[in-house]
């Protein structure tokens, strides 16, 4: 009886010992990094440097897939369809996780139901810039210039529903001007046209449009912020002659619904960790971002806020998908 007293006794010790759970050793491979938006944009740049820190952190590489199009739906989605095992993680801000939800017909994904929030990362402002051959110097100029030629300046944008989009229809409707829209499927396509003169307007995030204006290949008129950027002084907060005008992207990482706590929490710390590293500090500043990360829950709080202030701006404007 001994050895089947024994094997039962070792039999229930097994069933009753603790299991590890899955997610002990994440992460022991590549985690896959989708950014919804093209390459060479201020999302992939400024996600890039900040990937290139956790991975690091968390000793695997991030393996960057840029799924442009279709005002970041596609590349959300594809992180939807995704398993929720912290190996799939995705790039998601005002875009995705605001203005889709007033300005899409239908959103083909659920914000609260269908994405784990992380934590926010970064704040950017945008620079408004001009071809060069447009006879504006000043944003008080360009209103000026609107009104007596309505419908003959072209603005671009990076996409339908982007703060490129919405900031100009924004300023129209604060403005009493009207320019025409033509959304592009990325930022670098866009600026392209910019100077090459396709189009005569661009207001993007400083990463994209800073460089251009510095080297002289633009024309910047303003800044999106309340007050002016310390990175880029000289040039005047479009509030300065639009009181009350403001426009902040920002942007965090995400993952699919029932992302285990234990990841997220362990993805907040490593994201907070990265963000204050000098490394990181110095890139983002570099390139006129701040560092902003947030709890899952203010993250949260953040897409339902500023859900409800672009749809009042898309309604105000009367701004549509073109």
Do not use: C
């Not at 009886?1 to 022991?28: G, H, Q, T």
């Not at 300046?153 to 996409?159: I, N, P, Q, T, V």
């Amino acid at each position: 009886m001994r050895p089947r007293i024994l094997s039962v006794f070792l039999l229930l010790a097994a069933l009753l010992a603790p299991v590890a759970p899955a997610f002990a050793a994440w992460p022991d491979k590549p985690i896959r990094l989708i950014i919804p938006s093209a390459a060479g944009g201020a999302p992939d740049v400024l996600m890039r440097a900040l990937s290139a820190q956790l991975s690091q952190q968390l000793g695997v590489p991030f393996v960057i897939e840029n799924r442009p199009g279709a005002s970041y739906t596609i590349g959300t989605m594809e992180l939807v369809r995704s398993p929720a095992d912290g190996y799939t993680l995705a790039y998601a801000n005002v875009v995705s996780l605001a203005t889709n939800r007033s300005l899409l017909p239908n959103v083909p994904y659920d914000v609260d139901k269908d994405l784990t929030l992380i934590s926010n990362a970064l704040r950017v402002v945008n620079l408004m810039a001009v071809n060069n051959s447009v006879p504006v110097r000043s944003v008080p100029e360009l209103i000026a210039y609107a009104r007596k030629n309505p419908g003959k300046l072209a603005f671009a944008s990076d996409g339908n529903g982007t703060t490129s989009h919405l900031g100009v229809e924004l300023f129209k409707s604060m403005t009493g001007t009207f320019m025409l829209h033509v959304p592009y499927k990325g930022a670098t396509a866009a600026v392209t046209d910019l100077i090459g003169g396709g189009v005569q307007l661009f207001m993007a995030n400083t990463p994209v449009l800073g460089p251009h204006a510095q080297a002289g290949r633009v024309r910047a008129l303003g800044i999106s912020s309340p007050q002016r950027s310390p990175a880029y002084p000289d040039i005047p907060a479009i509030a300065e002659a639009v009181p009350g005008f403001e426009v902040v992207a920002w942007g965090g990482l995400v993952g699919p619904a029932n992302l285990p706590r234990e990841i997220v929490q362990r993805l907040n710390s490593e994201i907070r960790t990265a963000l204050a590293t000098p490394a990181v500090q110095e890139r983002f500043k570099a390139l006129g971002a701040e560092a902003a990360p947030s709890t899952p829950e203010e993250f949260r709080e953040l897409a339902r806020s500023e859900t409800a202030k672009w749809a009042k701006v898309v309604k105000s404007s009367g701004a549509k998908l073109d």
